[in-house]
């Protein structure tokens, strides 16, 4: 399975960020998997943004719940991010991962693979 | 949410050293933690997993141990592409949480 992420690399102060991952050489809808959204300020470390699983359920990280939305596409083969109202601090390297379901109840799992990830810059 | 500590914040060693890091959680995950590797503009790659399953592929120089609350990340023989920062990341319930990294320079 490979990850690739695509989008903007420049959003204005108080839009909205928008993202997509292509996911290739395996379906989004099969086995058990949490699509991810990860980023990385830089020089800084890897903050979890949110998941996506079952076909469309979500969890978000509580620092940035009222501003994030991941949904999928299954006919894509794709997910995707959206963050409203960014500011300076949002500006990172934003990476998509799939978290492997361990198989466990009250696990998620770990990250592999990911994509290259993409910088996102927030600027006017 | 569950709070990832890792120490030391940066090693430096030479090459045939072997390094340890820490890792910490704020309460207890059993035995769901990975390590990482990140490089220099890379991706995050996955090194151990369940405390201490070596990934497919990664070199037997890194080992894993531990469960609960602590965790160590072993590199033994240490090699010159082992330069890196090091990631903990507990694998249990959201928010998924990453300690803050240790940069090893060689």
């Known amino acids: 399975v490979l990850l690739q992420e695509s989008g903007p690399g420049l959003v204005q102060p108080s839009q909205t960020l928008s993202l997509t991952c292509s996911v290739s050489?395996?379906?989004?809808?099969?086995?058990?998997?949490?699509w991810t959204w990860i980023r990385q300020p830089a020089g800084k470390g890897l903050e979890w943004i949110g998941h996506?699983?079952?076909?469309?359920?979500?969890n978000y990280s509580p620092s940035l719940k009222s501003r994030v939305t991941i949904s999928v596409d299954t006919s894509k083969n794709q997910f995707s991010l959206k963050l409203s109202s960014v500011t300076a601090a949002d500006t990172a390297v934003y990476y998509c991962a799939r978290a492997q379901y361990p198989g466990v109840r009250g696990v998620i799992g770990w990250f592999d693979p990911w994509g290259q990830g993409t910088l996102v810059t927030v600027s006017s | 949410d569950i709070q990832m500590t890792q120490s030391p914040s940066s090693v430096s060693a030479s090459v045939g050293d072997t390094v340890t890091i820490t890792c910490r959680a704020s309460?207890?995950?059993?035995?769901?933690l990975a390590w990482y590797q990140q490089k220099p503009g890379k991706a995050p790659k996955l090194l151990i997993y369940a405390a201490s399953s070596l990934q497919s592929g990664v070199p037997s120089r890194f080992s894993g141990s531990g469960s609960g609350t602590d965790f160590t990340l072993t590199i033994s023989t240490l090699q010159p592409e082992d330069f890196g920062i090091y990631y903990c990341?507990?694998?249990?319930?959201?928010?998924?949480?990453f300690g803050g990294g240790t940069k090893v320079e060689i």
């Open positions: 309460q207890g995950i059993s035995s769901w």
């Open positions: 990341q507990q694998a249990t319930s959201s928010p998924l949480t």
């Open positions: 050489g395996g379906s989004i809808g099969s086995g058990i998997n949490y």
């Open positions: 996506t699983y079952n076909s469309g359920s979500t």
